[in-house]
């Protein structure tokens, strides 16, 4: 969520420049020419509906990833076949905290991808221990 907060943040630094510049420039300004610059916040809507349509949970022995809005899907990994876990950051996620965290497992479906998740060498290391723990 902090990639969606720098976004909101950007966004409101940007409509707030725009409006005093409006204020500031335009000789007799209309009502509407106030809204033009509130299309800057489409981008940050966008991203934050997005990361609430994701779900990635770790329950006992297992791992479910659960996407979409209105229609559902739910993926579910046994922990005990993860066999590969990459946290990829690039320089502004290193800056912010926050990676994208991938899956391999045993399996013939692939892996999974998680984007711009908050701490992801945490959550990856908590997901390495739970496929490391004995079964009961």
């Excluded at 966004?11 to 409006?19: C, D, H």
């Excluded at 335009?26 to 009502?31: C, E, L, M």
């Amino acid at each position: 969520m902090k990639s969606v907060y720098a976004a909101y943040a950007l966004a409101i630094v940007i409509v707030l420049a725009a409006a005093w510049a409006i204020h500031q420039y335009v000789d007799d300004p209309r009502g509407w020419y106030y809204l033009v610059p509130l299309v800057v916040l489409i981008p940050p809507i966008n991203m934050q509906a997005k990361r609430r349509m994701i779900s990635l949970r770790l329950h006992d022995d297992h791992l479910t990833l659960e996407t979409g809005f209105l229609s559902r899907t739910q993926r579910t990994l046994d922990t005990a076949k993860i066999q590969d876990v990459t946290v990829q950051q690039s320089f502004g996620q290193r800056m912010m905290g926050t990676g994208d965290l991938r899956f391999e497992d045993s399996g013939q479906t692939g892996g999974m991808t998680i984007q711009n998740l908050d701490n992801p060498r945490e959550l990856a290391a908590e997901i390495i221990n739970s496929s490391k723990r004995p079964r009961v």
